[in-house]
């Protein structure tokens, strides 16, 4: 059974940093890629950046760019996304998945229960 946990949400005041973990279990974790995506109150989840299996692509939506980071260490089977100069408008529920490279959610097969981020202005 697949499982992935994701820790390291909070309460920050804006142009302030948090860093995202994920831990996956369950199946071969370097296989797959890992993607993070994010739902404000009230809005449809979005894309925020997805990392190979491999680590060695990435891809970032436009409003993360340059200021998040997602990186993976697959002998620990966890995915990161560090958060930098954030803004009230990342605030939202975070969840990690894994499946298929790409933007898109319905090519991840498995998700993670979430973590609140919360952002002050």
């Known amino acids: 059974q697949v499982q992935l946990v994701e820790s390291g949400g909070g309460l920050v005041q804006a142009g302030g940093s948090l860093r995202l973990s994920c831990a996956a279990s369950g199946r071969a974790f370097s296989r797959y890629a890992m993607g993070w995506f994010r739902q404000a109150p009230g809005k449809e989840r979005q894309f925020v950046a997805v990392?190979?299996?491999?680590?060695?692509?990435?891809i970032y939506a436009d409003s993360v760019k340059g200021r998040f980071t997602i990186s993976r260490d697959n002998a620990k089977n966890t995915v990161y996304l560090q958060m930098n100069s954030l803004k009230p408008e990342d605030t939202g529920v975070y969840y990690c998945?894994?499946?298929?490279?790409?933007?898109?959610?319905?090519?991840?097969?498995?998700w993670g229960q979430g973590t609140q981020v919360t952002i002050s202005s």
């Open positions: 990392i190979s299996g491999s680590g060695i692509s990435t």
């Open positions: 998945a894994s499946g298929r490279y790409g933007l898109g959610s319905s090519g991840y097969d498995y």
